[in-house]
């Protein structure tokens, strides 16, 4: 049971993840569609600093993903039906 509740909790926490990092995606986004000074220190830094939040939201999404699957083998052969294909 251990097992599950560490993969339930996995999987939370990756549904979390995966939102903070669309909702910092949609902010950059916006960020990229308004019309800027070219010439502007604060846009320029703006859009640094919400590429970096986005960054780091996609980054802990997939660290997050990688210890869910790293958790999901591959099915043992035993528990596999013998293929009529040959």
């Known amino acids: 049971m251990q097992y599950q509740d ?3 909790v996995l999987l939370e926490r990756m549904d ?3 939102g903070r990092f669309y ?4 902010k950059l986004s916006s960020l990229l569609a308004t019309k800027r ?10 859009l640094i ?3 970096n ?5 996609y980054e802990h999404y ?3 993903q990688e210890r869910l699957f790293s958790l999901i083998g591959p099915p043992k052969s035993d528990m596999r ?3 009529s294909v040959s």
């Open 81 to 83: 039906p013998e293929s």
């Open 37 to 46: 000074d070219p010439s502007s220190w604060t846009s320029y830094h703006d």
């Open 53 to 57: 939040m986005e960054l780091y939201a």
């Open 62 to 64: 997939r660290q997050t």
């Open 6 to 8: 560490n993969q339930n």
């Open 23 to 26: 909702q910092e995606a949609e």
């Open 49 to 51: 600093r919400q590429k």
């Open 16 to 18: 979390k993840a995966f």
